[in-house]
């Protein structure tokens, strides 16, 4: 058999839940056009340079065929200082407004490409917390790297220089036309060849480079999972599975490579065979014209010449042609988030005190499945609530409702009265903190890391923020202060500092009510220990929900929940649950404590 | 070498000594696809070039109104057209192939290197730079090795249509001949700028990508908090500036296209005023004039390759410098082992007691039809500290700095880092074994598992001694609630096996990984199993049933937790108390929480009135202790016999 069948095995199939939504096509549509009406005028400009200095180019063979026709009469005056400055003249045109073409070329994708990641990162803080909270980051993460990366390309070049291909191409058609009319068919031989070809070869390559890709960027993450994982890799003596992954990862990508490689396979010749037809019909056809005396040898030259131009923006626009496919793709990732609703909330509601209220509250992730079953529960304004029971009983998800990130599916969770859910999520974090495992530590400086929770602190308060997490010690000895650089790449932080980075932000967005998510739980106990004394100045004052992972935690809060299968079980003080006969919680603090 | 073909069954031992040896030796490994490609590239210039003469041929043809001759070139521009489309083909996947078979041959080279320094990677500043080389420098030198043979067909056809314009048509030829070299030379000053404006601007993209990378990996905090405008506005300006260095990049492009045009088209000039002179003196007719223009405009094509080869070059030297040092990146101790494998037992022979456990515990192949033979066994015992984990027994080890109790987990397993008096098992040292038979031995879970992602079946699919199913291992380390979330993040997977875990399970909880990790290393079933705070981010809930599910799963096997959490240390068959460096104390949890102050200090955080309470010394404490006081003394005999 001829040719290579596509892979079965395509590594850019989805392998987790999209939990984003793509763009639909009209999203997309509209999207393409804000931005093609946004840059209108540098595209206009774009045309613009591009039209002279293609048709600058055309001067070449115009001239040359003109004294061609001149050279074989024999007999007339030739011209030649004058047709030579011309000629000159042309091409220093021609040179300036290519370098013009280039230039405005790029600086029109930069605009574009420069937008679209702006507005992508402007869409996606605006995500509502429920969203974020429970499609995680990564899929987001995935579109803002990986698809910005393939919309670089496409906007930086494909775009420009496709809009350059097609107007060079009209012109230097049309160009034809105007010099010599009667060949001018002889050019629309080729064209059902080209087209049945590229319709071939674009009904299929976009995806198969969109796999191929995927495929080789699963290459690279292969052998960066076995560096990250080195000591686990070793541990497990995995060191040939890794080679046998990482080489059955090159065979996927390979065989991508082979079946795209199979597509130009049969691109290529169809292309070059155009190409041919056209000069080929243009100067047979053309000769015999001449033969016929119909037009002059002069203009023979001229349309063969400027058939021979025409590769070049044909190429242009097949080379660019699949890479704005495969960009569509990316486009609709990146759109797609423009498709949730954005967080929207009544202005009107606002609480009036400090009362947390859930009231027979249901709430389920999936139809059908509820994690939680009526619960109801009364946080009095500065007392201490922890949640306990064992993994996956739900107490989280009761966490994250009492912060306001998720609505119940049906009861109520009020602050002094007014409905969590209903409010703005800017109103709702001025209140009420969830604070989890998660000590994000941004790249930038430690000011700006500590800023974004009040935006017009002043250093000193920043100072003093740091001071009643027991953090200015270290944070003083940096060299550069509160300007020091922080994050990846900068001073690596241990994660106890950073757990108190976390903490100074609370200190300075001073909300009333705080939703600890086993807050300590990724520190070593050492480091807990430490920090929860820090922890306890920050609590101070504050109604305190913790999901407690540490009996200890519980001990010292003033009503304890355990939480089983999505219902409260038992609810009451430490001393109250510990009398408990056959109690879930006093057998647990029994084996505790011994 | 095949597309088809790949991976290489053996990538080969690269000579990594300096960056040009390794492009030297990559290129050297393909000679047949550097042929071909050399082969095909000089057919499909050579038709590109021909094209120029049957333009010229057809003119003249017209020009002499002769029929026959326009007939014959047509003719000619049929055979041309053949060669170019074929050339063209070819060319392309040969010059692909070798591409792709170079960047799959480094490929597996930096599988093989990572996978051979395991540990030694992740403590060395190269882990980065594995994969940085992987992901960015790969594509460059396939680039460079590739393109060699086609720059060579390139460059033999400037060279061939030069002489042949010259015998074609001497007066003019000399003419092109003369100004080709400086057409094709002429940009290449202007290449290291633009090279460097383009470094630069993929510099501020990377460092552009990393702030909004950095600001989504850290968004729930953003909304939880506020000061989204102010990551905003750093996104903008940082994205502002990746624009005006990529424009100013351009800058430099699009003068160097400029200069592309320019110069080829002078020449041009050149060639029509000249020719048109020798025209009119009837030294050259009117279609070999045509010819010699529409060959220059021809001739930019092939003269692109000079720019092509030297900014291959350029970009790929310093990758191939990168990638020679990764490769030639080495363990810093020696994976082989001082000691074979088959070392008998004539060491142990005059020393009774404690050593005995080895000889019993050197377990044969036939014994144990998993494992390897020779894989010692016994009391697992550390002499800088006089830690000692006794065979079949579950130690806990309590220590005070978490550091400490890291290092010490990390040199229990023999192989460490620094080095140090070798760990004993059974009385053999470690140290002095083979990688990859100390490790099979003792397994050591550290403070951060890694989870590599794949199927929850891939995961779990780890070198084990094969008594441990899934199902028991799963169960042990309480994950039924992680099968859950894995089941709520996959696609179409009805079997639970069948999960996707991603990367570093980040889409699961810390406590969760922690547990998925546990199973894992149960499930491998080692002779002797460390693990380090395994449970430090599990609730108290599920931790006491891990604690009773891995007592009862590891029973009759070594295992050594280092943990200070109450609801582990009580399912211990011994507790050691490990302070600044040395054992200070050793007993049973209840115990050492009555007795050691110091161990009470670690443990709980309560008062001491709350301690003196609860601590009640009972009768099995006191065999306890006994048994630890037998230990005392077979640690000595162990300090003699080493």
Not at chain 2, 145 to 171: G, H, K, N, W
């Amino acid at each position: 058999m001829i040719g290579v069948a596509p892979p079965a095995y395509d590594p850019a199939a989805p392998t987790t839940a999209h939990t984003l939504p793509v763009g639909a096509p009209a999203t997309v549509r509209a999207y393409v056009i804000e931005l093609f009406r946004r840059h209108r005028r540098a595209f206009l400009v774009l045309m613009a340079v591009n039209t002279v200095s293609v048709v600058a180019s055309m001067a070449g063979p115009w001239l040359l065929g003109d004294l061609v026709e001149r050279v074989s009469d024999h007999a007339r005056e030739l011209h030649l200082p004058l047709t030579v400055s011309l000629f000159t003249l042309a091409l220093v045109v021609q040179a300036v407004f290519v370098q013009q073409v280039r230039l405005r070329g790029a600086m029109l994708g930069e605009r574009m490409l420069a937008d679209l990641r702006e507005d992508f990162l402007v869409r996606s803080v605006g995500l509502p917390p429920g969203i974020l909270e429970r499609a995680g980051t990564g899929d987001l993460l995935s579109r803002i790297t990986t698809d910005i990366d393939r919309l670089a390309n496409a906007m930086r070049e494909a775009v420009p220089q496709l809009t350059i291909g097609v107007v060079w191409a009209l012109l230097l058609l049309g160009g034809l036309v105007v010099t010599v009319p009667p060949l001018a068919p002889a050019v629309l031989v080729a064209v059902p060849l080209l087209v049945v070809g590229c319709r071939w070869y674009f009904k299929r390559a976009p995806s198969a480079y969109r796999s191929e890709a995927a495929g080789y960027a699963a290459v690279a993450a292969a052998l960066a999972e076995t560096v990250d994982a080195g000591r686990t890799v070793e541990a497990h003596r995995l060191g040939e599975r890794r080679i046998g992954l990482s080489d059955r990862r090159v065979k996927e990508w390979t065989a991508w490579e082979r079946y795209t490689l199979w597509l130009r396979s049969v691109l290529f010749p169809v292309i070059n065979l155009t190409h041919a037809t056209v000069l080929g019909s243009v100067l047979i056809i053309g000769g015999v014209f001449v033969l016929q005396g119909w037009i002059g040898v002069g203009q023979l030259t001229t349309g063969a010449l400027i058939a021979q131009m025409l590769v070049d923006p044909v190429n242009l626009i097949l080379r660019w042609y699949d890479e704005l496919q495969v960009a569509q793709v990316s486009l609709a990732r990146l759109v797609g988030v423009r498709d949730i609703e954005p967080d929207t909330g009544d202005r009107a509601v606002a609480p009036d005190g400090r009362d947390v209220h859930a009231d027979r509250v249901h709430f389920g992730y999936r139809e059908g499945v509820d994690v939680l079953r009526t619960v109801s529960l009364h946080v009095a304004p500065g007392t201490r609530l922890a949640l306990v029971g064992p993994s996956g009983a739900g107490k989280s998800t009761l966490g994250r409702l009492l912060a306001g990130i998720y609505a119940p599916r049906d009861g109520h969770v009020t602050l002094g009265g007014a409905e969590l859910s209903r409010m703005p999520a800017e109103r709702v974090r001025s209140h009420v903190a969830l604070v989890n495992q998660e000590h994000h530590v941004f790249v930038g400086s430690l000011r700006d890391n500590l800023l974004l929770a009040r935006t017009s602190a002043t250093d000193a308060e920043l100072w003093a923020a740091l001071g009643a997490v027991d953090a200015d010690g270290w944070a003083r000895a940096l060299d550069d202060g509160l300007d020091t650089e922080v994050g990846s790449g900068g001073l690596a932080l241990t994660p106890a500092q950073a757990q108190q980075i976390a903490l100074a932000r609370l200190v300075l967005a001073d909300p009333h009510t705080l939703v600890l998510d086993e807050a300590t739980s990724l520190l070593d106990p050492r480091a807990a220990r430490h920090l929860e004394r820090s922890l306890a100045r920050v609590l101070d004052g504050r109604t305190v929900v913790a999901i407690a992972h540490r009996l200890h935690t519980a001990h010292d809060a003033d009503v304890i929940a355990v939480v089983e299968n999505g219902r409260i079980v038992e609810l009451g003080s430490h001393e109250e649950l510990v009398a408990v006969e056959g109690g879930a919680y006093a057998a647990l603090w029994r084996s505790w404590h011994g | 070498m095949q597309i088809q073909d790949l991976p290489y069954a053996d990538p080969g031992t690269p000579d990594a000594r300096s960056g040009p040896r390794f492009l030297w030796w990559l290129g050297r490994h393909q000679p047949g696809g550097q042929f071909k490609a050399l082969a095909w590239g000089l057919l499909h210039f050579a038709s590109v070039s021909a094209l120029p003469f049957c333009v010229g041929a057809a003119v003249q043809a017209a020009v002499d109104h002769s029929g026959g001759r326009l007939a014959l070139a047509g003719g000619l521009l049929a055979v041309a057209a053949v060669g170019i489309a074929l050339g063209d083909t070819y060319l392309h996947r040969a010059a692909v192939t070798n591409w792709i078979t170079a960047a799959a041959r480094v490929q597996q080279l930096l599988a093989r290197k990572a996978a051979l320094l395991g540990s030694a990677l992740t403590r060395r500043v190269a882990a980065g730079e594995v994969v940085a080389v992987s992901t960015g420098d790969v594509e460059k030198i396939g680039w460079f090795v590739e393109a060699v043979s086609r720059f060579t067909a390139a460059a033999l056809t400037v060279v061939l249509v030069c002489v042949a314009l010259v015998v074609y048509q001497p007066a003019l030829g000399v003419v092109v001949a003369a100004g080709v070299p400086v057409v094709a030379l002429a940009v290449l000053p202007l290449l290291p700028r633009a090279t460097r404006r383009a470094d630069f601007q993929r510099e501020k993209a990377g460092r552009a990508t990393e702030l909004a990378s950095d600001t989504v990996a850290g968004l729930r905090v953003l909304r939880g908090i506020g000061g989204e405008e102010l990551f905003l506005d750093r996104y903008r300006s940082a994205s502002q500036e990746v624009r005006r260095a990529a424009v100013r990049s351009a800058r430099m492009w699009a003068l160097i296209s400029a200069i592309q045009v320019l110069l080829p088209g002078l020449l041009m000039v050149v060639v029509v005023w000249y020719g048109v002179y020798l025209a009119r003196e009837g030294r050259i007719t009117v279609g070999e004039l045509v010819t010699v223009y529409s060959s220059v405009m021809i001739l930019t094509y092939p003269l692109r390759h000079f720019e092509e080869i030297a900014m291959a070059y350029s970009f790929s030297r310093p990758s191939a410098r990168r990638a020679a040092r990764v490769l030639s990146l080495e363990r810093a101790t020696d994976a082989g082992g001082v000691r074979d494998a088959e070392f008998d037992g004539a060491r142990s022979a005059g020393a009774d007691g404690v050593t005995t456990a080895y000889t019993d515990g050197v377990r044969s192949a036939e014994a144990d039809g998993m494992r390897s033979a020779h894989v010692p066994g016994g009391d697992l015992y550390d002499p800088a500290t006089g830690l000692l984990a006794p065979a079949g027994r579950l130690t806990a080890v309590v220590c005070g700095d978490p550091d400490a109790a890291g290092l010490l987990a990390e040199r229990l397993g023999g192989h460490p880092a620094e080095r140090s008096p070798s760990v004993l098992l059974g009385g053999v040292p470690l140290d002095e074994l083979p990688l990859d038979t100390a490790r099979e031995a003792v397994l050591v879970q550290d403070k951060d598992p890694v989870l590599l992602s794949g199927s929850l079946r891939e995961l779990l699919d780890v070198p084990a001694s094969g008594c441990v199913s899934a199902r028991d291992a799963l169960a042990a380390a309480q994950c039924a609630d992680v099968l859950d979330a894995l089941a709520q993040g996959s696609l179409d997977a009805e079997d639970p096996m069948d999960t996707r875990i991603t990367e570093r399970g980040r889409s699961l909880s810390g406590g969760q990984r922690q547990r998925l990790a546990l199973a894992r290393s149960l499930i491998t079933d080692p002779e002797v199993l460390v693990l380090d705070e395994p449970t430090s981010a599990v609730d108290s809930h599920t931790e006491a049933r891990i604690a009773r599910g891995m007592r009862d799963l590891r029973e009759g096997r070594t295992t050594v937790v280092f943990t200070s959490s109450p609801l582990l240390l009580d399912h211990a068959d011994r507790v050691v108390l490990v302070h600044e460096g040395t054992v200070a104390a050793v007993g049973v949890h209840r115990e050492l929480l009555h007795s050691e102050p110091r161990y009470r200090a670690v443990v709980t955080r309560e008062t001491d009135e709350e301690a003196a309470l609860s601590g009640v010394l009972d009768e099995a404490h006191r065999d306890a202790l006994h048994r630890n006081e037998l230990h005392r003394d077979e640690l000595q005999e162990i300090e003699e016999s080493a």
